[in-house]
């Protein structure tokens, strides 16, 4: 007889799992679906996000910002050091230590508030009056729940380029870009967007000379203008990235120990490079292809996504769907929080998430961030605005950590003097972006934030100052 739930949670990314949790603390039995595997063959939770996305990524910026500083940026504090090498096995090792222990730590969690943990493949088998069938296929005979209420959390995969094949030894998707066990002398990154910044961020400052080909004809389309200029003045410059925007790549020829690409510029001049590792980052796609949707009407779009309305319900009922599987930005705190807000619609509360608030952030460095709507997007709509602007340069706080690269931009509504969008680049500006989502989402004015006293000396001055701006009437600039 199958185990019976009020809600089956399939994938446990940052999306699910938390789904899972909060859905178990307002007293309803959950059980947590999930098929990842480790390099070493165990069940590993917490999704991309936690196995090969946003954790182990961020450990690896993190370590190579601190060698480039130990070699260029020490020395302007009076420290002076020599004889720096570079331990990669140590690097690794540290990144997978702190991989590891948040995977285990859901588990954990699962424990605490007492949701069922299941490992394998889960999919839709039917429906019937004990609710949904899920039939979870792991490592021994496949084993079929009942659930009242379903969460589809199942993630995404990168995509796939035509005619590539990803081996994670010479071309490489983000799992393999990081775990090369040395850092390669020439890296070729197919797609400048978050993924390829930043990897290719990480191995250049490791040593790698680094190109990144972008199919675009602009650099980080999605990001403000202004901010997106800046970041290519700063990769290309400071940084050495090498990054060619209106690339098309013809072919991708791998050998046993590079990997050559052959591609057209934006002028429709041939090139060919050779590399010694390849990262294919041209975006991702939903991980819905396995849910056996047929078999209960479930309906997804064109692109694979599921179909689900405001508040994350499909066209089934009962049925949820978040995160990276249906519509809207693929970041994890935005799974996060969809998970929240349909477990607590589940469970008879007023979930919500708001859409328009949701923070980017980019964590290269200088890291970018931005909420809201860009200086173009205001444009296009004939919006009418007022912007004000602060260089991170006039920041006693930035000039005293040595980061001065980049700026805080606030758009506010001519008429209502409401805020509209803000727009950072520069040292931690994935900190700094909060105040302003805090701001946006309780309907703040720049006159607000301008009237609101921001720590001295402190890099949230240049958000203070950017709102004064705003009215023209910055008074450090």
């Not at 007889?1 to 446990?12: L, W, Y």
């Not at 995977?103 to 949904?132: C, E, Q, W």
């Not at 292809?289 to 009962?318: F, H, I, Q, W």
Request: aromatic share 6%; glycine share 10%; hydrophobic share 45%.
């Amino acid at each position: 007889m199958a185990k019976n739930f009020d809600v089956a949670v399939i994938g446990a990314g940052p999306g699910g799992y938390v789904a899972a949790i909060r859905a178990a603390q307002l007293g309803l039995s959950v059980v947590c679906i999930d098929a990842w595997k480790n390099a070493q063959g165990k069940p590993s939770l917490g999704g991309t996000c936690l196995n090969v996305g946003c954790i182990p990524s961020k450990a690896l910026l993190e370590s190579s910002e601190n060698f480039e500083r130990a070699h260029h940026k020490f020395a302007d504090h009076g420290i002076n050091v020599t004889g720096i090498s570079l331990d990669m096995p140590k690097l690794l090792a540290r990144k997978q230590k702190i991989v590891d222990t948040f995977t285990t730590g859901i588990a954990l969690l699962f424990k605490k508030n007492k949701v069922a943990s299941m490992h394998g493949h889960g999919r839709f088998v039917g429906a019937g009056p004990d609710g949904y069938q899920i039939e979870i296929a792991g490592d021994g005979a496949p084993e079929t729940i009942a659930a009242k209420h379903v969460v589809i959390a199942t993630g995404s995969l990168p995509r796939p380029m035509p005619g590539v094949t990803v081996d994670n030894k010479v071309v490489c998707d983000n799992i393999g870009a990081l775990s090369f066990a040395e850092v390669p002398k020439r890296l070729g990154v197919i797609g400048a967007g978050v993924i390829g910044v930043e990897m290719g961020s990480v191995w250049r400052r490791l040593g790698a000379e680094v190109t990144i080909l972008e199919a675009l004809p602009s650099f980080l389309a999605a990001a403000d203008e202004q901010v997106a200029k800046e970041a290519f003045r700063q990769f290309t410059g400071p940084l050495g990235l090498k990054i060619y925007t209106g690339a098309k790549v013809a072919s991708v020829t791998p050998a046993e120990n590079s990997v050559t690409v052959e591609y057209a510029d934006r002028e429709g001049t041939r090139h060919v490079a050779e590399f010694d590792r390849l990262v294919v980052a041209i975006g991702r796609v939903p991980n819905t292809a396995g849910l056996n949707v047929d078999s209960v009407g479930l309906k997804l779009d064109a692109r694979g996504y599921v179909e689900v309305d405001g508040t994350c319900r499909t066209n089934l009922p009962n049925v949820f769907a978040i995160g990276d599987a249906v519509r809207g930005p693929m970041l994890a705190h935005k799974s996060s929080e969809e998970g929240v807000a349909v477990a607590e619609t589940i469970a008879g509360q007023s979930g919500h998430i708001n859409l328009d608030t949701i923070p980017w952030v980019i964590y290269t460095a200088p890291e970018i961030a931005w909420v809201g709507r860009t200086e173009q997007e205001l444009k296009a709509a004939g919006i009418a605005y007022r912007s004000g602007q602060f260089p991170f340069i006039a920041s006693g706080r930035a000039r005293a950590i040595g980061e001065t690269a980049g700026f805080v931009k606030m758009l506010a509504c001519a008429e209502t003097d409401r805020i509209l969008g803000v727009h950072i680049i520069g040292p931690f500006a994935s900190e700094l972006i909060s105040e302003a989502v805090v701001a946006m989402e309780f309907g703040a004015t720049s006159e607000d934030i301008a009237r609101i006293v921001h720590a001295h000396p402190s890099l949230s001055e240049a958000l203070h100052e950017a709102a004064l701006g705003v009215d023209k009437r910055s008074l450090n600039l």
